[in-house]
């Protein structure tokens, strides 16, 4: 339920504006397969076959290519510059090596591409800061994935992307990001 109502269109925005040859991370259930609007082929990637498998259903219909193979983030079965966008919805907080998954996706990405997030943070400041940072191993152990005190947005800075857009929500627990492996950087 968090995934339908807590996003802000999120969903939307970072499917919809993905077009050409596009890969999703953590593609789930396929929660996000009814945006793309501009996709030409869409690869779906999970690591979980029961996912993948629901996913299944919820492509059947539409009006572009999809094509969903089991595989983590931090080691895509592609070749490089494959993809003209990459999408990830809620996918940073769950893969073991966040830089190493950025590394493949920068890979499998055409030099042009984008990158476009929407994920939950620890926000810079504040009580919810410090809530997050108390909530976190419980979390973990009760989710066995999602780590809610990562800093997304400063690891993909670190990884040499150029966040081109940005939104927060929630006081900042919440971020939609779209961003380039190259060029300037947009202030924050």
């Given at each position: 339920m968090l995934?339908?109502?807590s996003l802000w269109g999120g969903r939307a925005r970072?499917?919809?504006g993905a077009q050409g040859r596009v890969l999703e991370l953590g593609v789930g259930g396929?929660?996000?397969l009814r945006h793309y609007r501009r996709a030409r082929l869409l690869v779906g990637v999970d690591p979980s076959p029961e996912a993948l498998a629901r996913a299944r259903q919820v492509a059947r219909g539409l009006p572009f290519a999809v094509a969903l193979?089991?595989?983590r983030a931090e080691?895509?079965?592609f070749?490089?510059?494959s993809?003209?966008?990459v999408v990830g919805t809620l996918v940073f907080c769950s893969v073991e090596d966040p830089r190493a998954a950025l590394a493949e996706v920068q890979r499998a990405l055409a030099p042009h591409g984008t990158l476009r997030l929407v994920e939950h943070i620890l926000p810079a400041h504040g009580l919810q800061r410090l809530f997050l940072r108390l909530a976190a191993p419980l979390w973990s152990r009760i989710s066995r994935e999602c780590?809610?005190?990562r800093e997304t947005l400063r690891t993909v800075q670190a990884a040499g992307w150029s966040v081109e857009e940005l939104r927060e929500h929630a006081g900042g627990v919440f971020i939609e990001v779209v961003a380039g492996p190259d060029g300037g950087e947009m202030e924050l």
């Open positions: 995934h339908r109502w970072a499917a919809g396929g929660a996000n193979v089991r595989a080691a895509l079965p070749a490089p510059a993809f003209d966008a780590h809610v005190d």
